[in-house]
């Protein structure tokens, strides 16, 4: 959920390099969320921000290294959900 935060900044770069993870679907989805407060790159203590400001969405980040995921972040938001 973290890369609906992201793909507001970096739909124009990213997807000259990844056009694969861009759809028109995310683009939308970003359009129509509040990112008053936001900087970018999103630092994790801005995703408490995020959910302020968006209060249908609920964040969870997932780190990777040495092929394993492991979290990063759990959002307390748990009543939330978000299609």
Same mark, same amino acid.
């Given at each position: 959920?973290?890369?609906?935060?992201?793909?507001?900044?970096?739909?124009? !770069? #990213? !997807?000259?390099?990844?056009?694969?993870?861009?759809?028109?679907?995310?683009?939308?989805?970003?359009?129509?969320? &509040?990112?008053?407060?936001?900087?970018?790159?999103?630092?994790?203590?801005?995703? &408490?921000?995020?959910?302020?400001?968006?209060?249908?969405?609920?964040? &969870?980040?997932?780190? #990777?290294? &040495?092929? $394993?995921?492991?979290?990063?972040?759990? !959002?307390? $938001?748990?009543?939330?959900?978000? !299609?």
């Amino acid at each position: 959920m973290l890369q609906v935060v992201c793909r507001k900044r970096v739909a124009s !770069s #990213y !997807s000259t390099t990844h056009p694969e993870g861009i759809t028109k679907d995310l683009t939308e989805r970003a359009k129509s969320r &509040n990112f008053a407060g936001i900087e970018f790159p999103v630092s994790l203590k801005d995703i &408490n921000k995020f959910e302020k400001n968006n209060p249908e969405i609920a964040v &969870n980040v997932l780190g #990777y290294e &040495n092929q $394993m995921v492991f979290p990063l972040r759990i !959002s307390e $938001m748990t009543e939330r959900t978000q !299609s």
